[in-house]
């Protein structure tokens, strides 16, 4: 794999690219779906919600993938399975196909996809021998290609809801996967440098897709269609790794070299163990979700608005503190440990203003502050589990998307009950307890230290 690292890594950072540009949309085409579909206040978090739901599946599937990764009767079973849903898939286009004749192109491309996914099943004669990064990356892509495709031509919001599950099925599995091979491709002290620019790019695609949206919709373009934009870019990540098949030369890393740090010893002498980063990661889903979903549509409504969208500002903070602080002479554990109490002052601070440029720029230098964490946390986990870099990331994406799952009912109930701004001021206060429960494990590891002393 080494051979080819540099360009495993830029197909890595391409996928992420696209992927963080299907989370953007969420927040950046709210307000037109809600008037596409005249949406009451409880139906609009509906996408939001089910779609982390579906995230929550995938990485609960690739646990249970990884614990029986070499039962026979376990690989039969989700054989059968994967037959079965792709045969259900190809019953409901072809009903779509009928119902609604206007949609034929994107439908016709939708079961292209299937077809190409039953190849993809029943490839060299045989159906799955094992199930690897790789074939889980591919059938993240394809997933993701065929929802968007759909999500083009929905004209029913039921029907909208649950293809966003679907597709919040095949973001989980891309993001866990694209984490684990990121970490697998670098080891060693480059790992949280890698990481947090893999997480960079998740950045730019956030701060970039909202002003792409709406440069579409001013030039008249309908927004489901910038769902199909999004699905052509992803159609040609695959047709790239089919022609050039170094690029899904990825392995699983249970060779790896043991030993030559301990697991547990961190930079600092704290101990920041994998239980405390996934109650943090828990945490900072909540305030990452709410603030993507609803920070435009509040700072609209204050006074002192701007061209450029809040989401904007927030992720450009986000990913400039993800390029910057792996370089910097910061310790992750310690960055870990504080990032999140500064930049959740920060916001609250913005929000007190209740100015619109004001909390734009409260968003940037919160992003600033706090836009690491998540990869740092990552690099973290995955240091002291080299061994098993897949399940440790899937164990703290998973509490990550639980985090983003809730978020939206609950920001949605705060809103009913108190306003938005008690939504937002709740995402300030997650900011702060990411590093607060990192502290408060850390603190609690070195006491016990103290007391086997």
Known sequence: MKKYRLLIAVYLLAAMLLMSAIFAVQGSLLTPMIDYFDLSGESQGMPNLVAFIGGILALLLAFVIQKGLYERAFLAGLNASAVLAVFMVAAALVYMLFQNWAAAPCLLLCLALFLAGIAFLVKRHGFLKKITKRVMLRLALYICALMLTLLSVGTDFRFVVGVWACLGFGLGLMDTVLSACMADLYPG??????????????????????????????????????????????????????????????????????????????????????????????????????????????????????????????????????????F???????????????????????????????????????????????????????????????????????ALYLGQGISAPVIGGLESAFGLAAGIFLCALCMALTSLIARFRASRNQAAGGMRR
Request: contains cysteine.
């Open 189 to 326: 002290a480059e790992g949280p440098r890698m990481m947090g620019i893999l997480h960079t790019v998740f950045g730019a695609g956030s701060v970039l897709t909202p002003m792409a949206t709406g440069a579409l919709m001013a030039n008249g373009m309908h927004y489901q269609r910038i769902y199909m934009v999004i699905a052509l870019g992803i159609l040609c990540l695959l047709a790239i790794s089919a022609v050039v098949r170094e690029v899904f030369s990825i392995h699983d890393t249970g060779q790896m070299e043991r030993g030559r740090e301990k697991a547990a010893e961190s930079e600092t002498g704290t101990d920041l163990r994998l239980p405390g980063l996934i109650l943090a990661m828990f945490a900072h889903g909540i305030f990452l979700s709410g603030l993507n979903t609803w920070i435009n549509r509040y700072a609209d409504l204050l006074p002192g608005t701007f061209a450029i969208p809040a989401q904007s500002f927030l992720f450009t903070g986000i990913m400039l503190s993800r390029l910057l602080v792996p």
């Open 328 to 398: 910097l002479p910061i310790r992750t554990e310690r960055y870990v440990l504080s990032g999140g109490i500064c930049a959740g002052i920060v916001l609250a601070l913005g929000l007190v203003t209740g100015n619109g440029l004001a909390l734009r720029l409260s968003l940037l230098a919160a992003g600033l502050l706090a836009g690491a964490l998540l990869p740092c946390m990552l690099s973290i986990g995955c240091r002291g589990h080299r061994e098993d870099t897949l399940m440790v990331t899937t164990s703290m994406l998973l």
